[in-house]
């Protein structure tokens, strides 16, 4: 029962993450709609986080915080450049990983760039929705290659990162510290005008507690624990799920319109992740099972499992 429970526990936790994410991404979205500062946002949220991790971080990692000195940090940054996932495309598990990460991707891509035609009342498609995709049709897909540029570079980072500092509080503390820094040099740059840091009404002031807490702070400690004990292509294979959740909160908390793209992206996501984790697993139960043959320092596994000599 808890190897079962053990198993199945970084799956349970990264659903958790992409649900929390979702939310937060709602709340946002919310938020800047009514007319707050992205990048004000963006500074409160990594602050909030910064000062709600330190305080955890000092308690469960005290003994191993002197470990990390500037040296170490430059280090541990350019070896996190170096590193990369390896992945056996002659066996069948791999194969399946592949696979399984490619209609995830496939998926993914139909949830964030094709919308397809409305599924219930179509006489609702309002007037503002198309002028809106006019206006965002060319930066929105730059954007959001951008930004799906840096989130698979953090997945990389992280995954070498965590082999040398394997603290996820501190870590992930340090990362909001900056980035919140980061944020508010951008802001001040961009705009001096001061009156827009004043945060104003509950929900503004709920979404930015909530999405450094959650989003910026418990979300990121876990998904570097999932990094450390699964690796990067594991954990950044559930990021479609932020996407169908974000969906559904947007059909039912924000009564945005069901279409067709939603429900072909969702489908693909999720037989995509269960590709890809049935092929995880097999590739761990063949290193599992099949004894190391040192030389070299190498170990390779055929497509049958069998070893064979490199």
Same mark, same amino acid.
Request: proline share 1%; charged share 15%; hydrophobic share 45%.
């Given at each position: 029962m808890s190897t079962c429970f053990k198993q199945w526990k970084p799956i349970f936790a990264m659903i958790i993450v992409e &649900?929390? =994410?979702?939310?937060?991404?709602?709340?946002?979205?919310?938020?800047?709609?009514?007319?707050?500062?992205?990048?004000?946002?963006?500074?409160?949220?990594?602050?909030?986080?910064a000062i709600f991790l330190a305080p955890l971080a000092w308690f469960l990692e005290r003994n191993v915080a002197s470990k990390l000195t500037a040296r170490i940090i430059f280090s541990l940054f350019i070896s996190a450049l170096l590193g990369q996932e390896i992945v056996n495309i002659n066996c069948k598990s791999g194969k399946a990983k592949?696979?399984?990460?490619?209609?995830?991707?496939?998926?993914a891509l139909i949830l964030a760039l094709y919308k397809g035609m409305p599924l219930i009342n179509p006489s609702k498609s309002s007037t503002n929705e198309i002028n809106h995709n006019k206006r965002s049709s060319l930066l929105g897909p730059i954007f959001l290659f951008a930004?799906? &540029?840096v989130w698979s570079a953090?997945?990389?980072?992280?995954?070498?990162?965590?082999?040398?500092?394997?603290?996820?509080?501190?870590?992930t503390t340090i990362m909001s510290f =900056?980035?919140?820094?980061?944020?508010?040099?951008?802001?001040?740059?961009?705009? *001096?005008?001061?009156?827009?840091?004043?945060? *104003?009404?509950?929900?503004?002031? &709920?979404?930015?507690?909530?999405?450094?807490?959650?989003?910026?702070? =418990?979300?990121?400690?876990?998904m570097s624990w999932c990094v450390k004990q699964k690796g990067a292509v594991f954990t950044s294979a559930f990021t479609p799920f932020n996407q169908i959740f974000a969906a559904v909160f947007d059909i039912f908390i924000l009564h945005a319109q069901i279409r067709l793209g939603s429900i072909l992206g969702s489908i693909l996501?999720?037989?995509?992740?269960?590709?890809?984790?049935?092929?995880?697993?097999?590739?761990?139960?063949?290193?599992?099972?099949?004894?190391?043959?040192?030389?070299?320092?190498?170990v390779e596994v055929n497509g049958g499992g069998e070893r064979t000599n490199p």
């Open positions: &649900f929390g =994410f979702a939310v937060v991404n709602t709340l946002f979205k919310k938020i800047l709609n009514g007319g707050m500062d992205q990048l004000v946002a963006s500074t409160y949220r990594l602050a909030v986080s592949i696979l399984g990460t490619l209609v995830c991707l496939g998926g930004g799906s &540029f953090w997945f990389l980072l992280q995954a070498r990162i965590s082999k040398d500092y394997p603290y996820q509080y501190s870590s =900056f980035g919140a820094i980061q944020s508010a040099i951008l802001s001040l740059i961009f705009s *001096k005008n001061i009156s827009k840091w004043i945060i *104003k009404g509950g929900l503004d002031i &709920f979404s930015v507690i909530f999405g450094g807490m959650v989003g910026s702070g =418990f979300c990121y400690v876990v996501v999720i037989i995509g992740m269960y590709i890809l984790l049935w092929g995880k697993n097999k590739e761990e139960e063949i290193y599992k099972n099949s004894p190391a043959i040192e030389k070299s320092g190498q």
